[in-house]
């Protein structure tokens, strides 16, 4: 088995601070994603990344950047936290995108003062 | 775009009741769907319930069925008797071959003793 650890559990910032978020896999998995779940709400994609070094977008990339420099990590940076980014970070792997199932980590929840 | 739709929760049904969770895809850029139920119970993390990959196939796990439906976009979920214990939030999901999994926005089941 594997497991996925996020790195900080609780994020607090400042508005307009940037801010980093990790993530690492020690299944092996090409593949790592980052979602981001507000309140009550469902998995919105950010980034992916199919392998070391390449990133896609997802439907929510806008204000974020993300870096793959190593298979087994992936980190997210929320480049001006807004008060209305208070939510969960979600990452993932998997062995593909497709079929494959995904492998989730406990979170990352960020708050914005 | 490619999205899910999801029974809007919360739902509630009593112990060894029928249970159905519907969920409908659009899949208007990925030819080869392949269809997803997670599961988060309280307390823990998100993690995969049962996929399908093949139209016309059902996939099954912990007594829950789900049926690749193409002609109808449909994947929903079924239970004949829920147990307690299946409380929970239930996400649908919908990744093409070469895409990351979309999800729809949650279901929470309560089942009442």
């Known amino acids: 088995g594997g497991i996925i650890t996020q790195t900080p559990k609780f994020l607090i910032g400042q508005e307009g601070q940037k801010l980093t978020l990790k993530c690492q896999q020690n299944?092996?998995?090409?593949?790592m994603y980052w979602y981001r779940q507000d309140s009550g709400k469902g998995l919105r994609l950010i980034y992916y990344s199919i392998t070391e070094n390449d990133l896609q977008k997802g439907d929510l990339s806008e204000g974020y950047d993300a870096s793959r420099e190593k298979k087994s990590s992936f980190s997210l940076t929320v480049t001006s936290a807004q008060k209305n980014e208070m939510a969960v970070f979600l990452c993932a792997s998997s062995i593909e995108t497709g079929g494959y199932e995904q492998y989730f980590g406990p979170g990352t929840r960020l708050t914005v003062l | 775009g490619d999205s899910v739709t999801q029974t809007e929760g919360p739902v509630t049904v009593s112990e060894s009741e029928s249970l159905i969770i519907n969920c409908t895809y659009s899949a208007t850029s990925i030819a080869y769907p392949n269809l997803f139920w997670y599961v988060r119970y309280p307390g823990e993390g998100l993690q995969l319930l049962l996929k399908?990959?093949?139209?016309?196939q059902k996939g099954s796990s912990r007594g829950f069925e789900a049926t690749y439906n193409k002609e109808t976009t449909s994947f929903h979920l079924q239970k004949a008797s829920v147990q307690e214990s299946d409380s929970a939030v239930y996400y649908c999901a919908l990744a093409g071959n070469n895409n990351a999994p979309r999800f729809g926005a949650g279901t929470k089941l309560s089942v009442k003793p």
């Open positions: 299944f092996n998995h090409d593949t």
């Open positions: 399908v990959i093949t139209a016309g």
